[in-house]
């Protein structure tokens, strides 16, 4: 039976390896169907970078997902509210131009120190036990502590935060699976609403050097972010910043620790520069996102027929970083390789603005781990088939325990 007979973005064996399914999309069904979603998904790289840079013919508003739109999605009340993942331009442009000042490479470039002092800390609290869960003692906090204090959240509530994200994601696969977000979901979503309600009107009053106070003050010639908007910006930063990077930390161990070869390269070489490049293979051979989201504006021709237009694709940005006509031998995990040209923080207008934050924390990570224990392996108690959770659209490890060789 053909692998793509029983494809099914719940399947557990699909979230656990979705490779082989991708490998027979890209040869046989390049442009395929997928019922639950009500979708199609595009598997090939040519075809990915094409849409991706394309927004005028592939826009990202209005975007059905098992045929529900996003005001249809949410538990929070925020379907309406655009955002930069929700929006095209202009406003697209007046959204990014405002939040993309915390981004700016010279800012996120000066958080280094900070972000090894906590990898540093966080690395030999947990190391310090025989085995540890790597997601719990840093994948996990990591990214989130160091989101929070962008946002200006207090330290106490940094778990929650962790939590809404758990939540968000959650809620996501229940809609798809049940057509609904579970009341516990529904609940912490909402929990999150007033937080941040609460902290937005707190810094408009009173602004600190925080983000919220830049988004909620505007400056610069830009417009601030109304209340709803700044809800929905800090859920587009737990959901897919923080993740993204807890992913990616966690993806980067799975990957070096089954291939031996990688992993002796960094042994001999810990430096920034190889550990930054055993992320950005990562990124391309396990990516924490595996698939976005467009809507055809008018008809359009892709490998594997013509897709009518108001028609819902699902780029699987996972399997264009495994196209062989772009990266040679792409199931070979290799450091030394070329990226250039990876898909898994997109391409174009909507290209992850918390990229080159990722893109220090992971490698920082990376490197303050390798340090303190060089030879790492899976501990007794790390189940052989990982928990990847509930969603098909965010891979990465819900806990990976680890132990000193």
């Known amino acids: ?218 400056g610069e010639g830009a417009e601030p972010l109304t209340p709803k908007e700044v809800n929905s910006f800090a859920i587009l930063l737990l959901a897919a910043g923080n993740e993204t990077t807890t992913n990616l930390i966690g993806n980067s161990l799975v990957s070096l620790i089954r291939n031996p070869e990688a992993y002796e390269w960094l042994r001999r070489d810990p430096s920034i520069a190889a550990c930054a490049a055993v992320c950005e293979e990562t990124l391309r051979y396990d990516s924490p996102v595996l698939g976005l989201t467009r809507r055809t504006t008018q008809e359009v021709e892709l490998s594997g027929g013509k897709v009518p237009a108001d028609s819902t694709l699902v780029v699987l940005v996972a399997s264009a970083n495994h196209d062989a006509r772009k990266f040679p031998n792409p199931e070979r995990f290799d450091p030394q390789r070329d990226t250039t040209g990876l898909l898994s923080f997109g391409h174009g207008i909507h290209f992850c603005l918390g990229a080159p934050l990722s893109r220090l924390e992971a490698p920082v990570a990376l490197q303050e781990l390798t340090a303190r224990a060089p030879r790492l392996g899976f501990a007794q108690r790390q189940p052989e088939r990982i928990d990847y959770g509930m969603s098909f659209f965010l891979r990465g490890p819900r806990s990976l325990w680890l132990r000193k060789n």
């Open 1 to 218: 039976m053909s692998l793509l007979e029983r494809f099914d973005t719940l399947d557990p064996e699909v979230i656990r390896n979705p490779y082989p399914y991708f490998a027979e999309m890209r040869e046989k069904a390049p442009l395929f169907w997928i019922e639950r979603l009500q979708a199609h998904a595009v598997s090939r790289y040519e075809d990915a970078a094409y849409i991706l840079k394309n927004p005028a013919l592939f826009s990202s508003v209005d975007i059905r997902i098992a045929g529900k739109l996003p005001k249809d999605r949410s538990s929070l009340e925020l379907g309406s509210v655009s955002n930069l993942l929700s929006s095209d331009p202009p406003i697209h442009t007046r959204l990014r131009g405002l939040v993309s000042r915390a981004f700016v490479p010279k800012r996120i470039s000066e958080m280094e120190p900070r972000v090894r002092e906590l990898s540093k800390g966080l690395v030999a609290e947990m190391t310090a036990q025989g085995e540890f869960d790597l997601m719990d003692g840093l994948g996990t906090p990591l990214p989130v502590t160091i989101i929070a204090e962008m946002l200006g959240v207090e330290p106490s509530r940094r778990r929650d935060f962790k939590l809404w994200s758990d939540s968000l994601i959650e809620a996501g696969a229940e809609i798809i699976r049940d057509g609904k977000a579970s009341e516990k979901n529904i609940r912490l979503g909402q929990e999150m609403l007033a937080y941040m309600t609460e902290i937005a009107e707190k810094r408009r009053r009173e602004p600190r050097s925080d983000l919220i106070s830049m988004l909620v003050q505007g």
